[in-house]
């Protein structure tokens, strides 16, 4: 079946540091994928998405690039703030047979003045 | 536009009691999803329904779990009855139509806790 495995957490890390949070995928055929963040006391938000192959996704300086060969869409941010605090979770749509968005455990992000 | 509403925001209960949860998708949305998320898991899928008709309910315990979309808009997810390892946020989400390039639309979320 689908699986999505992320980096564990929590990773913590001082403003203005390079981010990179690794996630990988097991899928049927060739997924969407996407990167779902919740901030503290919110509900999950999209981040980005990517839905094909080579395809970048990006969103308020979060980068992620849908690798096929390698069956990763890791997510990158050259310069944390504060404000990027979050739980980051990493999620596919198969959309073969499976109707479902299938999610990693999560990654919490700390990032520190 | 206003977002997916979800009540109750917390909700504590003693094993074996029932407990019901509701939600409000966002207007004219057709496929609405109850996920299950554990703390430190990430959220696993209950049930899907686009418009009324439940369209994957493969993970929903349903000795004891049960949803219905009445009219095709609001939601209601019920256990009965709760065990210890219900205990779990509830995650509500719309989206316009099921596909795999949709955007899913969250809620806050029900804490649950079951005592």
């Known amino acids: 079946g689908d699986s999505v495995t992320q980096m564990e957490g929590p990773v913590t890390l001082s403003e203005e540091a390079f981010l990179t949070i690794n996630c990988t995928y097991t899928?049927?055929?060739?997924?969407?994928l996407f990167w779902y963040v919740q901030y503290p006391g919110e509900g999950l938000q999209l981040l980005l998405k990517?839905?094909?192959?080579?395809d970048k996704g990006s969103n308020k300086g979060f980068e992620a690039t849908y690798r096929k060969e390698t069956t990763s869409f890791h997510l990158e941010k050259g310069s944390v703030q504060v404000s990027d605090s979050a739980v980051y979770f990493c999620a596919l749509y198969s959309g073969a047979g499976s109707y479902q968005l299938t999610f990693g455990k999560g990654t919490k992000l700390s990032v520190i003045p | 536009e206003a977002g997916v509403a979800q009540s109750p925001r917390y909700k504590i209960i003693e094993k074996r009691q029932s407990v019901a949860f509701w939600c409000n998708p966002i207007s004219g949305h057709a496929t609405l999803y109850w996920y299950q998320q554990i703390l430190g898991q990430g959220p696993k899928l209950l049930i899907q329904f686009q418009n009324n008709g439940v369209v994957d309910d493969s993970q929903l315990p349903k000795d004891r779990f049960s949803a219905e979309r009445l009219k095709g808009v609001d939601s209601t997810l019920k256990i009965q009855p709760a065990k210890l390892e219900d205990s779990a946020v509830y995650l509500c989400a719309s989206s316009l139509y099921g596909g795999r390039d949709t955007e899913a639309f969250f809620g806050q979320g029900t804490r649950l806790t079951v005592v």
């Open positions: 990517a839905t094909k192959a080579d």
């Open positions: 899928a049927t055929g060739y997924p969407s």
